[in-house]
């Protein structure tokens, strides 16, 4: 018997689907779905020092926190999101977090309008521990300016950034 040709694809992402994610590293928020593209960048992360991150599409950004952030606060019990429609500027505190081991505040990697926040979060942070970087996303904004990014540390920078902080 013959595998049909979707059953073959399927299989494909089943097996190799999260590797080729990983070695691409590009991350996805929840509900999108990845694809083939000529362009060489779909989407960019980037970070801030207080372990933040924007994942920038056009003029769409996604935020949330990093793992490391995720790991050192500890199993997230509340988390307290700006709701859409809400203002929020870079670098000030739009939202907080709180755990077992402590409580955080959550500044905003960019400016601009609060689209949608993950009710999910809300309802269970301790996705935030599960899958930060992926289906753990905070909130979504409209971007006031996109290129606000320019300040922020790209993954390569942010890998770096983390190594520095261990050393000291």
């Known amino acids: 018997m013959t595998v049909p040709r979707l059953g073959s694809v399927l299989l494909c992402k089943r097996i190799f689907g999260s590797r080729l994610e990983a ?12 694809g083939l593209a000529t362009s060489s960048k779909l989407m960019d992360m980037f970070f801030t020092k207080q372990h ?8 769409k950004g996604t935020i949330g926190v990093s793992a490391y952030a995720a790991d050192a606060l500890g199993d997230v ?3 307290q999101l700006p709701d859409p429609g809400d203002s929020v500027e870079v670098g ?12 955080s505040e ?12 993950n009710e999910k ?12 970087q992926v289906e753990g996303w905070l909130f979504r904004v409209d971007l006031a300016d996109p290129g606000q990014v320019s300040e922020l540390m790209n993954t390569a920078d942010y890998e770096k950034y983390l190594k520095e902080c261990e050393e000291h």
């Open 23 to 34: 070695s691409r590293g590009q991350h996805q928020p929840s509900g999108q779905k990845s």
């Open 52 to 59: 933040e991150w924007v994942l920038v599409e056009g003029t």
């Open 77 to 79: 019990v509340y988390a």
């Open 92 to 103: 000030e505190e739009c939202g907080a977090l709180e755990s077992v081991k402590a409580a």
């Open 106 to 117: 959550i500044y905003s990697p960019v400016s601009g309008t609060v689209a949608e926040k």
């Open 121 to 132: 979060v809300e309802d269970g942070p301790a996705l935030i521990n599960q899958s930060p």
